[in-house]
């Protein structure tokens, strides 16, 4: 079995990256299958999301300016979901969390009287790459369940998935997901968020760089969402 995080960071070709980075996603799966991935290989689940047919890999696509992002598991039964943003301003963040993220999340994000715009791309790329995993739209982020909750030990805000059990799967047949945040920069020059989950295992990536320029990467959250002993026990028995 193979788990990947491929990554590549595109020189500025004429400011056509959405071109191009379609382009290289492309050149990155046709890596990770050993075979030459064109446009027509791509099929679509009635969601819209994208899947190779016949085959057990599952894979998902993300890109942000000049850097793309691609996850990628050969394994049947597992699912995986990724979302990659670049740290800028923008002039509708703190409207997008008060409309559209939890009110755990706004506290959060707006702790100490001022909304942390950098924090709200963390929060920003768990939800996406949750979105991507499931097939929904963005239209969809606000029944997304909350990243952040209150430890009632120290009353301060951590990342987790609050999800309850019932809300995610049955008791017989849940799958656990593994969500990872990792902060990509290069002297702080360019910063981007990446986060991937994976449905069906507690997996880590292996991380690989596609292009000549690479960015620093480091791992920066993990969060667990697998079910307790005791709601292992389907509540019949």
């Known amino acids: 079995m193979s788990y990947y995080m491929g990554l590549s960071v595109l020189s500025n070709i004429?400011?056509?990256?959405?071109?191009?980075?379609?382009t290289e996603s492309r050149r990155i799966l046709s890596k990770f299958e050993?075979?030459?991935?064109?446009?027509?290989?791509?099929?679509?689940?009635?969601?819209?999301?994208?899947?190779?047919?016949?085959s057990d890999a599952d894979f998902n696509i993300s890109h942000s300016a000049e850097a793309v992002a691609v996850s990628y598991i050969n394994k049947k039964?597992?699912?995986?979901?990724?979302?990659?943003?670049?740290?800028?301003p923008r002039s509708r963040t703190a409207k997008i969390?008060?409309?559209?993220?939890?009110?755990?999340?706004?506290?959060?994000?707006?702790?100490?009287?001022?909304f942390n715009e950098v924090n709200f791309f963390k929060?920003?790329?768990?939800?996406?790459?949750?979105?991507?995993?499931?097939?929904?739209?963005?239209?969809?982020?606000?029944?997304?369940?909350s990243f952040i909750k209150e430890n009632t030990r120290n009353k301060?805000?951590?990342?987790?998935?609050?999800?309850?059990?019932s809300e995610e799967s049955s008791y017989e047949n849940f799958k656990p997901l593994t969500f990872r945040l990792y902060e990509l920069s290069d002297n702080l020059k360019i910063r981007f968020f990446l986060s991937?989950?994976?449905?069906?295992?507690?997996?880590?990536?292996?991380?690989?760089?596609?292009?000549?320029f690479?960015?620093?990467?480091?791992?920066?959250?993990?969060?667990?969402?697998?079910?307790s002993p005791a709601q292992t026990v389907s509540p019949n028995k």
């Open 14 to 22: 004429e400011g056509q990256f959405r071109k191009h980075t379609k």
């Open 97 to 114: 969390a008060e409309d559209k993220f939890s009110q755990s999340e706004n506290d959060y994000l707006f702790s100490g009287g001022c």
């Open 156 to 165: 301060k805000n951590e990342f987790s998935f609050c999800a309850p059990l």
């Open 214 to 227: 690479s960015l620093d990467c480091k791992m920066i959250e993990e969060i667990k969402a697998a079910p």
């Open 34 to 54: 050993n075979r030459q991935i064109e446009e027509s290989d791509f099929f679509k689940e009635e969601n819209g999301r994208p899947f190779f047919k016949d």
């Open 77 to 88: 039964g597992y699912r995986v979901g990724c979302d990659i943003e670049q740290v800028r």
């Open 123 to 145: 929060i920003w790329t768990l939800k996406e790459c949750y979105i991507k995993l499931k097939g929904l739209s963005i239209f969809d982020m606000i029944k997304v369940p």
């Open 196 to 212: 991937e989950v994976i449905e069906g295992g507690c997996l880590q990536p292996e991380l690989l760089w596609f292009s000549d």
